[in-house]
Each structure stands twice: as C-alpha cells, then as structure tokens.
C-alpha cells in the first residue's frame, strides 16, 4: 500500500517536467482541435499523432496521446453547443441542450457547465484508474499459453461488435486481420511466411502504418468523396463563461452520477462515449428537480451528457493496461501506440513498468486541469476552427498521415502500405466492415499465435490444453459474452437515444402548447 | 422493418474468399510446421464468409434484394474523388523523386486549388502545415525527411 502511494506520488514528480507540461497543452489543445471538427474522430486524431511520440519516453508519449483523446472527446461539445453539429459522437447528447441555451443567448453558460463537467467526469475517472488497474492486472499473472491464447480471441470478439452495424462482418473483419497478422517471419521457427518476395515485411506489417491508414487516411478518402459544403456559422458568445454557485450546486450530483455511468461504460468493453453520454443525459433528467428545463436548454442535460462521456476516458483505459483488451477504437489506437514502445499490457506494467505506468496516470490527472484551462480560455477560437472547410482538411490530414508513416522507420515502403490500408480502411467503411478489428487482429494476432503454438507444443498436439485450466473456461465464457454484448449494447444505446429524443419533443410539445394558450 | 440482402455484399463475400484462396495457395508452399495457424486463420476466415454469405441468401430469399452500393455511394462525386486520389498516388511517387518539402508544396496547392479553396486560405494553409512539418518533425522530432534522388545532388554540391 505505501509502496504503491509511493509510486503514485513519484509519478507526479515525473510528470510535472517542463516538457510533460508543455506536451500535455499541446495535446489537450491539439485533441479539442480534432474533436470540434466534425469531419474528424478521436481516434483518427490519437492514430495521425501516433508517430510523433515514438521518439519521446514512453510515459511522456503516452501522457501526449492521453491528452489527445481527453481533448478530443471535450472539444466535441463545442461545434455541438456553438453550431448544433456535434464534433463527436461522444457529443450528441449535449447538443440536445447545449444548442438550446446558445439560441437564448447563454452560449458562455453552456460552454462553461460543458469545460466543468468534463474535467470532473475525466478527472474522477481517473480514481479508479488508479485503484482498479492494478487490481485486475494482478489476475493476469495466472495467465500461461492456452490463457493468452483466449484472451487474444476474447479481445477480438469484443472488438468485433464495437462500431459495427453487423456481428459476423466485424468477425470476418478480425479474421482478415488475423490472416494478415501472419505476414512475415514465423515467430517460433524463424521460417518466411507471406512475404511478397519483400525483406520489408519480415517483421510483419508495420501496425502504425497500417492505424494510420485504417483511421486517418480513411477519411481523408471520406471526407474527398462528399460535395464539399460550407459549415453553419458558429454562434457568438456574448454572455459570460461562468456558473453561479447555485448552479455548481444544482450540476453537482448530475457530474456525480455521469462519472459513475461513464465509468463503468469505459470498464465494459464493447460500449464508448456515444452510449455514455445518452445515458448519462437520460438519468440527470429522470433525477433533475427541474425536468421542465430539459428540452429547453438545461444545464444539468449539458453537464450530464459531457461529465459522462468524459468519465469513459479513464475507465476505458483500464481493459487496454491490465488485458491488454480495447473497449473501443481510440483505446485500440493507444493500445498500439503501447506495444509500438515495446510495452506489453498486463502485470508489468504495475511491476517492472510502474514508474513510467504511475507518470502516465499522473499525466492523464494533470490532462484534466490543462483541458479545463484550455477550454474555457480557447473555446470561442475552436469555435472558428470548427469551420474549417473540409476542402483544406484532405489535403493538410494527407500530408501529416505520408510524414507520420515515414517517420517511424524512415522508409518509403511504410508510406505505401499506409497509402494501402488507407484505401482499404475506406472500402470496409463503405461496406460496413469493422477497421478496428484488423487493428486489433494485427496487434493481438501475434500473441494468441505464440499462446496457441506454444500451448500446443507444451502438449505435444493435444488440444485439450485450451481446455485444461478454470482461467481458460471463464475467458471462453467471456468471449460468449462478447459476442452477445454488441446486441445488448446497440439495445442500451437505441434506447437510451429514443428516450432522450422522445422526451425532449414531449416537453416542447407540452411548451408549445402552454405558448399558444 | 425486415432487413434485405445488399447486393454490394457480394463483392465483400468474394474479395474474402479471393483472399482466403490466394492465402491457402501461398500457405502450402511453406514448411508443414509453418502452416498449421495461418491455416487455422484462413479456415476461419472462410467459415465466416459462409456464414455470412448464408445469412445474404436466407435475407434473399425471405425479404428480397437491394442494391446496397447506392446506400454506400450516396453523395458520391466521382470526379472529386478520383482527382484527390490520382494527387495523392502522385504525391507519394513524386517524394521519391522532388523530396518530400517540395512534392508537399506541390500537391497541397494542386488539390486546394482544385477544391476551390480561395487562394489566400490555400496560402496560409500550405505554409502553415509546412511549418508545422518543419517544426515538430525536422527540428523536434529531427526526422530526415526525403530529399528526393533528383534533387539529391545538387543539395550535396550546395553543402
């Protein structure tokens, strides 16, 4: 215990150096810049800035792509209050109020209760990030082959079903990303595999490349594909950026309860912010004392959807370091950008690693105040940028995706596989394939193959060793259940969104017929 | 509403099975013991695709058929897309040949003007991004970028 209290105040000590500060402004600001636009994601920002962090210490690079994730999810909410479009997903929900209040000219009001309840949401997540990590973390240490064999087939099971409209293809998605995953030398017997006749790929493919592809250059194919039009103008902010006390108040359990929604959506593969903020919008209203203020621009609707949606960040994280499990897209970007610096998800990271672990975690605290600062000081200049045409973001993303894959290994070839799995990332998202998955695949395939043929070399063939221990039973279980969650998820998600809409038309329905009379 | 089989899924059906075969014929011209887990992938990637390709016939046969490319291509321009691509392969092969600073100033103007960005706008971008290259790769993060085999000499005679 003291030790570990130890490790964390070391941690900060670490992360308070001058270029972790700066890093982490950079980031946050670079984070709401991604996610106030609504041609670009998260993830698609996390996988562009993956390789400028490659050269830096992996806690400082890590604590980079942690504040673009916080940041991005946050600056979500700002095209979502200011021109009713929201930057993310993760944002849908505040744009239900948040454009309300921006109408009646509380824009500063909206933006603020927006900045507040997301450093609290992110901030708190950051408790159990802190004490769940390393609890779960520990059980993997009764992990042997058989084990990492499931656990790999768990994970991309769970995957599988994220983001996709159907099951089976985002299964087929993770299969074609573990038949390329085999690409390259044969981890135990050393034997070419799949090589093209190329000495390139005998290390497999290169996975940023292949992240930068899936999700940035992707889109840069998207956003080339649409008739470029020119977005709504974003509203002026003519009222002050703050909250009276009362109105601290009244948010204070609504920021409460979203950081327990969010969380545990976070922990719960499969599910992101965009559930996490409907729901987190929903229960503020079933527990709000002023439900006649929803639909009409509440406070407490903002700061439930935003809270939320910011308290995923951290539970979120916790699959990725302890399982080596992403619960969605972004954290599978993050999961790369750690395996890419050598590190292993799992009990090293709480033992041979808790130094760098412990400065991550106490860079992802110090993110939090850097995105209340930031935002509240920056938000009307974000508001701008939002704008910027889609006709300026194709070539700017194209040319930061070549320079990004380049970097890495300084080698032409990486440019053209990333060039090659951006055309395919674009036609599996036209098809309704799942990228994330072959991301997944490609960063899981190589451990469950050592796992499998390991184990079966252990057992001289017999199968029955996938079968032979209580931890293998329950990870099957497990990966039943991965297959299953998507539907239950999609169920929560469809329900939740109904119920936010539905009511939100009741009420101004109901208003509407108070105005006529 | 009942959900109809999209006709543009064939095609998704038969690149996995296109990749499946190509696999299976390069994996039989490796070592046995190199064979067994791609095989075991390729198998299951094939088991999928059928799956898959049964749930389209049994959509087929119990609600219809519907082009799902419309669904997918909906507010396509051909012309904008196909320019950005074709900018795009030329940019990287001309990197190799220009440099890298030189093809980027190149492309990026090409394609905003093409996108009909007003030239100003356009301006401010190319060299902002430049900059930004400039700083964070070639001084922070002190990443050589490519010079270009063209270009090669004459910048080895300047020095």
Redo the contacts between chains.
Sequence with gaps: MLQTLAQMGAGFLNALTPINLLLMAAGVAMGIVIGCMPGLSAAMGVALMLP?T??MKPETGLIVLGAIYCGAIFGGSISAILIHTPGTPASAATAIEGYQMTLQGKAGKALFTASYASFWGGLLSCISLYFFAPLLAQLTLKFMSAEYFWLSIFGLTIIAGVAGK?L??G??SG??G??L??IGL?P??G?K??MFGQAYFAEGINTTCALIGLFSMSQ??IL?????TERAQAAKVTDKMSLTREERRIIRPTIFRSWIIGNLIGILPGAGASIACFLGYNTSKQFSKHKEKFGRGSIEGVAGSEAANNAVTGGSLIPTLTLGIPGESVTAVLMGGLVIQGLTPGPELFGKYAPMTYTFFAGFVLVQFFMLGIGLLGCKGFAQISRL?D??L???V???C??GS??IH?N?LD??VM?IFGVLGYLMR??D?NTAAVVLALIL?PIG?KG??NALRISEGNISILFSSVVCWVLIALCIVGIVSPFLMAKMEKKAEADAVAGTDEDLGKLTEEDSV | MKEKMKL??I??VLF?YA?CAY?YT??LQ??P??Q???R???I??FA??T??LV?MLIQAFKNGVHK?KDE??K???PA??FV??AL??L??VM??FIG?YIA?FI??TL??LY???PKL??LI?VVA?MLL?YL??GLF??????EGVWLKPLLKQLR
């Excluded at chain 1, 080339?224 to 470029?228: M, R, S, T, V």
């Excluded at chain 2, 993060?141 to 490519?146: A, E, G, H, I, R």
């Design positions: 400028m490659f050269t159907s089976l293809k299964l087929m299969a074609l573990l038949l995953s085999t044969d135990i017997l034997a595999r799949f840069v194919f080339a594909e649409k008739k470029i045409s006709a300026i194709i070539p700017c194209t040319v930061l070549v320079v380049y970097a300084k032409m440019i053209v060039l036209k098809f394939l395939g193959e499998l043929r | 543009s899924d095609g998704v996995m990749v696999f390069q994996n490796l070592k013991e190199s067994t887990y791609p075991f992938t390729i299951l990637l999928l695709t799956m898959y749930k799902g997918a291509f507010d396509f321009q904008q897309f950005s691509l795009v392969v940019y990287v990197i190799n890298f980027t492309f990026m394609l905003l996108l009909k960005v706008h356009a971008a991004i290259i964070a790769f993060l002190k990443v050589k970028l490519p």
